[in-house]
């Protein structure tokens, strides 16, 4: 929360631990506590802290996720962890080649998805249940887990795996478990200096937590923001149109996205047998209008056709839709959303425009 109680400006995140990702550096231009890489002080506190020279770690910001996906990344090999791009990145049949084309791939992951079909190595992961270790939630709760089962098989816990391989690579680690990891992002990082395993025991704690016996912080900016005159400063931006617009040849607008009973690409709830009974088949919302003008009937196959693929899927006729558009779930490999939808990137957030892609439906 911000300021005061009921003030909240509080974003919804699309996957669990995404703050937390972000708060411990899975960000390719900040370190942890979002200090950034082309800071050379901050460098040379992480070298003395990892024990490496300074000009080890690089001034120079990273690829972002959508980046690298293209043949100017100049990336040849990638270790990929519980992300399944050959179905969730934007026009799949280019990203698809650009995997095959890689010299070295290697995936871990719960299940075998249809990005690890690509890799030279797969590693079996374990899921939340079968480790112990930390989530952080929108409203910066760190929270402690236990794991609870043992893993099936092969399966290891993400970070055993890691350290394994960073020794057998020779870069020897002194980690033993998750908790001694929380004790060094306490020591690189001011917001959380505080944290410690027993202190989130229960409920946890919400940083900044600076010190040992700091509370946690329910909301922040209560008296001042961090800004030269304390106040918030509000920027306005200008309305800019999507790249890719409907016209005569392609006149509907696809927005893609989650159904209530599955996440993501699928990978684990098409696996439950509860879950994907209720949504077992790929589906396009369409609005009923639109669906009389097409003579699409209810469960009717179509063929939905953007400026780069195509793909059959079934109608569904609802009035969740506004007319002149269409709904595609992107879960489903047998009716991917992403053979249609446009890669160009935002110039500054570098995401993909996945919710507005130009297409046409004809009865299949």
Known sequence: MIGRWGAAMLPVRGQNNVQGASDVGAIPFVYTDYQPVGD???RARFAATWGVPADALSLKSGLMV????KPESGVRGMYIMGENPVLSDPDIAHAEHWFQELEFLAVQDLFLTETARYADVVLPGASFAEKSGTFVNTERRIQLTHKAVDSPGEARGD?????DLSNRLGLPTTFRDAEDV??????????????????LEGGGLQYPVPTKDHPGTAFLFDRAFP????RATFVAVEYTDPVELPDDEYPFVMNTG???YHWHTGTMTRRA??????EPTAIVEIHPEDAKQLHVR???????????????????????????QVFVPFHFREAAANLLTNPVLDPYAKMAELKVCAVRIERA
Request: proline share 1%; net charge positive; aromatic share 2%.
């Open 40 to 42: 050379q002080k901050v």
């Open 66 to 69: 959508t980046e690298v996906v």
């Open 159 to 163: 970070l055993e795996i890691l350290m």
């Open 182 to 199: 929380m004790r060094e992002i306490a020591r690189v990082t001011p917001s959380w200096a505080g944290v410690t395993y027993e202190r």
């Open 227 to 230: 800004t030269g005159d304390g």
């Open 258 to 260: 989650r159904q209530l």
């Open 273 to 278: 047998s509860g879950l994907d009974a209720r």
């Open 298 to 324: 209810e469960g009717e196959l179509v063929r939905l056709t953007s400026r780069r693929n195509s793909m059959v899927t079934a109608a569904r006729i609802s009035d969740r839709v506004a007319r002149g």
